[in-house]
């Protein structure tokens, strides 16, 4: 049952709360709240403009997976609602335009902010909404959430039984290089025997310059075309297999600290390599991830908690739908059974 809904409590955080006006048909209704049609189409109409595909607002099946989810969510929005008013919790004005103001203030100016409310077909009072909303969900989830704990036990049988697979550090290598770039890579242009030429006569100069002991950091940030490194030597940090694309890789792991490849050709141009350190792989030990399986338990088990607290508030009340296009609430129970 937990499973087959856990979108619904994802998405409900990403839920705007907005309350219409005027008359629409009831969808939903839930122990006297109604949900109406004219808020589901808001939210189903604000998906359609923000997808950047066309097929949602094609795909008859997938609107009506949508529309499903929305009205679904909704339910989940309202009984929150419900149950922060019983239970004195709120979001002050204060604090939304708190919010509201941060989002201001990362525009230009107040008019390039209203064009961005534009351009996403909502409102200032939208926008308003969906903060409140937000912020009295988080309420909620910590008060819900308040007791839950990780103890010392715990943690250290996660890190006992995981030790082998997620704590394991592979091995790695600390590397510079120094890029001829090919002229195409750079500036898109068509690729030519010329440029390569060019690239090539580039990287043996800088090669030369090695072999007469110039420093490796020197030529790294006076010829490599490797922006990103250039400027620390060449510097790449530790490297993992993996991570490089292959002839890079091959060449990288094949060298002893110290020692300077060969030229290696790649897509992107011609290398020259140095391994300044090699790390062998290992497994970390326990003081170093205990913080952070910490984290992960306690964030695991608030979740947890917060997906039974939903649920519960689903199992207290009855859920009507007048729509063909029905929400998956009224199946929790029995696929709890």
Known sequence: MKRSVICIIMLFIFVFVFLF????????????????????????????????????TEDEEELKTLEASIIDSLIVTKLLEKY?????????????????????????SGEDFKKGLKDM???????????????????IFE????????????IKQYYDDNKKTLFVVPARVKASHILAIFPWVEDNSEETEEGKEEAL???????????????????????SDDSASAASGGDLGY??????????EEALFSLDVGEVSEIVETKYGFH??????????????????????????????????????????????????????EGTLNSTEEESE
């Open 121 to 139: 077909d909502i409102d200032r009072k939208f926008l308003e909404n969906y903060f409140r909303s937000l912020m009295l969900g988080s309420k």
């Open 272 to 325: 020259i390599i140095k391994v300044f350190d090699r790390q062998e792989e290992y497994i970390q030990k326990f003081d170093e991830v205990e913080e952070s399986i910490n984290a992960y338990l306690l964030n695991l088990h608030k979740m947890e908690k917060w997906e039974d607290f939903i649920f519960s508030l689903i199992e207290e009340v009855n859920i009507e739908y007048f729509t063909d296009v």
């Open 143 to 154: 008060v819900v959430t308040a007791d839950v704990i990780v103890t010392g036990q715990e």
């Open 21 to 56: 006006a005027g008359c629409s048909k009831t969808v939903v209704r839930v122990d006297g709240i109604e949900i109406k049609q004219k808020e589901v189409d808001t939210y189903i109409n604000f998906y359609k403009k923000q997808s950047t595909s066309s097929e949602l």
């Open 239 to 248: 490297i993992s297999k993996g991570q490089m694309i292959e002839e890079f």
């Open 84 to 108: 922060a008013e019983e239970n004195n919790i709120t979001v002050s004005s204060e604090e939304v335009d708190k919010q509201i103001e941060l989002i201001i203030g990362s525009y230009s």
């Open 201 to 223: 006569e580039k990287i043996k100069m800088v090669k030369d310059k090695l072999k007469n002991g110039v420093d490796f950091e020197v030529l790294a940030r006076q010829y």
